[in-house]
DNA sequence: ACAATATACTGTGTTATGCTATGTATAGGG
DNA sequence: CCCTATACATAGCATAACACAGTATATTGT
């Protein structure tokens, strides 16, 4: 049955939540890690990412040359690894700077409209 | 024909900012103002933001009961102003808590991932 | 008066992304 | 032998930001 009129506030968190994904997977794979475990840590860290959106992300990740990968074949079944390229870890830099930047900037807008 | 190969940085960077666009609007409507004013004003904040991108995103969060807008006419053209609902207010409130959660959250990652 | 610019808003089309849902396959427990 | 957890993949949908183009008024310079 669900809800009938989901909260638009829903909507904008998972707006809010969206640019940082990429951030998140950069800042977990220093060492490398398979999809699924990287899934579990991030969601033990109050970042919960869809399977769905989880795996796309990393292949595109992958496509940009953040990422590299590969089939491992260990106990159970293959995992495909990913861990940062070099390209990817000057991104990573980048990408944190920059956020703490937008940090600085949307706390300064926030707490002045709360004024 | 543009740059053939574009920094997937800078995707990822505006991708950043994107859930952030909604806060940054809120924010800055406590008090009424026009489209083309609260560019300049988030602009001046370090939140610059495309015509083609404040000006639907105001009309979405009216169908979306966030805010809401009259025309006035003064001096100079017809202007729509755009202020806070109540239910905007609130959204404002629960919005800002959650930033700041995301903020945490994604801060011990970064910060993890640096070391 | 006229042109040029700044102001102010609207609309179309493209592209990218997250999510839901579904599908495939392996491993292990009861 | 089923059932669950693990592990990855992908098609389809909705949303959103931007580039680009268009419309119209006000102001400024000459």
Redesign the interface.
């Known amino acids: 049955m669900k809800n009938g009129q989901p909260d638009?506030?829903d909507k904008?968190?998972?707006?809010?939540?969206?640019?940082?994904l990429?951030?998140?997977v950069?800042?977990?794979l220093?060492d490398a890690q398979y999809g699924y475990s990287l899934r579990q840590a991030l969601a033990g860290?109050?970042?919960p990412i869809e399977e769905g959106t989880l795996y796309p992300l990393l292949r595109r990740m992958e496509e940009?040359?953040?990422l590299k990968s590969e089939w491992r074949i260990e106990d159970g079944p293959p995992r495909r690894y990913y861990v940062l390229s070099p390209e990817g870890r000057k991104?990573?830099e980048?990408?944190?700077t920059?956020?703490r930047?937008?940090?600085g900037?949307?706390e300064?807008?926030?707490t002045?409209?709360?004024s």
């Open positions: 638009p506030a904008l968190e998972q707006e809010l939540r969206r640019g940082v990429t951030l998140a950069l800042s977990q220093r860290k109050d970042m940009q040359g953040l991104v990573f980048r990408l944190s920059n956020w930047g937008l940090v900037t949307v300064k807008l926030v002045e409209g709360e």
